[in-house]
């Protein structure tokens, strides 16, 4: 049976600070939305790729899990909880949905919770680092109806360049403060570079999966930037079936294709269309492509 969103949230209030708490904000209010208790969640995936403090250990997961309440004791709520880190930048939340997928396909979960967050270590704002402190969240189930949910997730990557961003920690350069800086580097030519082969890939996946791009919205990463636009225009979708998200001033990054359907969804965009084509562009370079039918 096909895997299908139940609902979607977002997190982008200013005094959160973390990537920590804007993924655990994001998760509590799609539960409610949802209807779903924290104890039905089967399994929690994290996708957030900048984390508090630039902390490795533990899981990010598992202390999102911890604030939301999902299975802490699962001898009292009679069901166990996994949860764990899935980092691939923006195309996260794609290789959530394929992993969601064969989770839901097994039996071994009913709910699935995708969950992301970014922010700057230090939890203060940098105008270098050039992603938004927000957070998203998808709960995902299966569906009877094979008309509705995800389509095959279609995923290529481009080993011939340079990965065009690059985050890391200079401890050299930062010395004592480690907890608290990081730099990331990117490409002059990354954009143009994104936008080119993600073109390519979601024509090509377009194609195999038999989709009419006339009748299609476009779910985009970094939609607050000028690639969604371009994108679209390679692809021939019209202006308006682009997402275009308002309320933030930077990339969403690991949260955009989350943010973006629940955008479209709030504001009635998603309703004029049968199908989202949802594209995901990073780093690597790396592309994710995935059709999801029963948008209305």
């Known amino acids: 049976m096909p895997t299908a969103i139940m609902s979607t949230a977002v997190s982008t209030d200013p005094y959160l600070g973390g990537s920590i708490a804007h993924a655990s904000a994001a998760a509590t209010a799609c539960l409610e939305r949802a209807g779903i208790g924290p104890d039905q969640v089967d399994l929690l995936i994290n996708v957030g790729v900048y984390r508090d403090e630039n902390m490795a250990e533990p899981a990010m997961s598992a202390l999102i899990q911890k604030n939301v309440g999902t299975n802490l004791d699962y001898l009292r709520s009679g069901r166990a909880a996994l949860s764990f880190d899935l980092m691939n930048g923006a195309c996260g939340v794609l290789n959530a949905v394929q992993v969601a997928g064969a989770f839901l396909e097994t039996g071994d979960a009913e709910f699935v919770l995708v969950v992301s967050g970014d ?8 105008p270098a680092f050039g992603y938004a402190s927000v957070g998203a969240a998808i709960l995902l189930s299966r569906t009877a109806d094979a008309g509705t949910g995800f389509g ?38 990354y954009t143009d570079r994104l936008v080119e082969f993600a073109a390519a890939e979601a024509a090509r996946y377009a194609a195999e999966e038999g989709i009419d791009l006339s009748d299609v919205l476009l779910v985009a990463s970094q939609p607050t930037s000028t690639f969604a636009a371009e994108l679209a225009g390679r692809l021939g979708i019209a202006a308006p079936a682009v997402v275009t998200v308002r309320g933030v001033d930077a990339d969403p990054h690991s949260s ?11 504001t009635g965009q998603a309703a004029a269309y049968p199908q989202a084509l949802f594209v995901a562009a990073g780093a690597g370079l790396s592309v994710a492509c995935s059709v999801y039918r029963g948008a209305r």
């Open 119 to 126: 922010a700057h270590p230090s939890g203060r704002p940098d």
């Open 152 to 189: 095959r997730v279609g995923t290529a990557a481009d080993d011939g360049g340079t990965p065009g961003v690059v985050g890391y920690i200079d401890l050299d350069a930062v010395g004592t403060l480690g907890r608290e800086r990081v730099t990331v580097e990117r490409d002059a030519d």
């Open 256 to 266: 955009a294709l989350t943010f973006a359907y629940h955008q479209a969804v709030s």
